[in-house]
Antibody, heavy 122, light 113 residues
């Protein structure tokens, strides 16, 4: 059974970098039949897809335009996990952040991490 | 970006009665090559991540009770709970998985009348 376990700090100062990790059990980050996604949720923005990483003979990334200049999603095959880095954060980035697996079989997000509330505040 | 609009924002339904939530996409999410609508429905309870209920507009995820059903095509979709149970109190979201960026509706809160 797939499990996604998120970790990372819940408080980040403005202008600093938000970093979260999603550890995968029950599947491989290098799977050819999945993509690995980050989504956030806030009262002001609702559910917002941020980006994804996936492997199809080589690694690919896609990012939302709204965060494209500030975001990096990286796979870590040695630890079977993937990470989110969001630079130059502001209070507008305060949200619950989720990692999720998108199954190629059904083409949507079948499994989600538990969520991490990240507050941007000095 | 495809904009997803849900209605109503909230609804109160008596136990055992039908609940209906609508979702409209700003452009068609029907993929002509396979005739599938790339529209999913999620249920979210407080303090939990969204849970996939339905994908391809009408296919129930494994383990989802059959009182949940999805219908519609193109740009107009509906989630129906045929006989509301207490455990169905939640916020329901539609999401298009037709094109990037993946986008969600604003949610519909279902409560017991």
């Amino acid at each position: 059974q797939l499990q996604l376990q998120q970790s990372g700090p819940g408080l980040v100062k403005p202008s600093q970098t938000l970093s979260l990790t999603c550890a995968i059990s029950g599947d491989s980050v290098s799977s050819n039949s999945a993509t690995w996604n980050w989504i956030r949720q806030s009262p002001s923005r609702g559910l917002e897809w941020l980006g994804r990483t996936y492997y199809r003979s080589k690694w690919y990334n896609d990012y939302a335009v709204s965060v494209k200049s500030r975001i990096t999603i990286n796979p870590d095959t040695s630890k079977n996990q993937f990470s989110l880095q969001l630079n130059s954060v502001t209070p507008e980035d305060t949200a619950v952040y989720y990692c999720a697996r998108n199954s190629a079989e059904v083409s949507t997000m079948t499994d989600w991490g538990q969520g991490t509330l990240v507050t941007v505040s000095s | 970006d495809i904009v997803m609009t849900q209605s109503p924002d909230s609804l109160a339904v008596s136990l055992g009665e039908r609940a209906t939530i609508n979702c409209k996409s700003s452009q068609s999410v029907l993929y002509s090559s396979n005739n599938k609508n790339y529209l999913a429905w999620y249920q979210q309870k407080p303090g939990q991540p969204p849970k996939l209920l339905i994908y391809w507009a009408s296919t129930r995820e494994s383990g989802v009770p059959d009182r949940f059903s999805g219908s519609g095509s193109g740009t107009d979709f509906t989630l129906t709970i045929s006989s509301l149970q207490a455990e169905d109190v939640a916020v329901y979201y539609c999401q298009q998985h037709y094109s990037l960026p993946l986008t969600f509706g604003g949610g519909a809160k279902v409560e017991i009348k």
